[in-house]
Nanobody, 125 residues
Framework: QVQLVESGGTLVQAGGSLRLSCAAS????????MGWFRQAPGKEREFVAA????????YYTDSVKGRFTISKNDAKNTGYLQMNSLKPEDTAAYYC??????????????????WGQGTQVTVSS
C-alpha cells in the first residue's frame, strides 16, 4: 500500500521560508519521479515543481522559479520543497505526488500515480 505524507505547512509571514517534506512508504523513491502541486480555495490544482527519478533534472512553474527548490533523498524515501521569499499568493494546500512510469513527469496532475493528503501553507502579508 502506497502512502505519501506531507508535512511542514504552517502560517508564515511574507518573505519567510518553509520546507515541506513528503515521506513515502510502499514505494521506492529512487524508482519514481516526484512532483509538488498546490491548490488554493476555489481554484484548480496547479503544478509547482517536479524532479526526475534520478534527481538530476528539475523544473518549476514560472511563478516560483528562483524561490522554490525541489529535492529528494532516496535513502530516506523522502521528498522536499524548500520555499523561500514566500508571498501571499503562495497560500494553498500543497500536495506531493509520485510517478513510476516516466523518468521526469509532466505538469498535469493526471500523469501522477499516487498522491499525499496535502499540507496547508498560509502566507500572511
Amino acid at each position: 500500500q502506497v502512502q505519501l505524507v506531507e508535512s511542514g505547512g504552517t502560517l508564515v509571514q511574507a518573505g519567510g521560508s518553509l520546507r515541506l517534506s513528503c515521506a513515502a512508504s510502499g514505494v521506492t523513491f529512487s524508482r519514481n519521479a516526484m512532483g509538488w502541486f498546490r491548490q488554493a480555495p476555489g481554484k484548480e490544482r496547479e503544478f509547482v515543481a517536479a524532479i526526475s527519478r534520478g534527481g538530476d533534472s528539475t523544473y518549476y512553474t514560472d511563478s516560483v522559479k528562483g524561490r522554490f527548490t525541489i529535492s529528494k533523498n532516496d535513502a530516506k524515501n523522502t521528498g522536499y520543497l524548500q520555499m523561500n521569499s514566500l508571498k501571499p499568493e503562495d497560500t494553498a494546500a500543497y500536495y506531493c505526488a509520485v510517478d513510476s512510469r516516466a523518468y521526469l513527469t509532466g505538469t498535469s496532475p493526471t500523469l501522477y500515480e499516487y498522491w499525499g493528503q496535502g499540507t496547508q501553507v498560509t502566507v500572511s502579508s
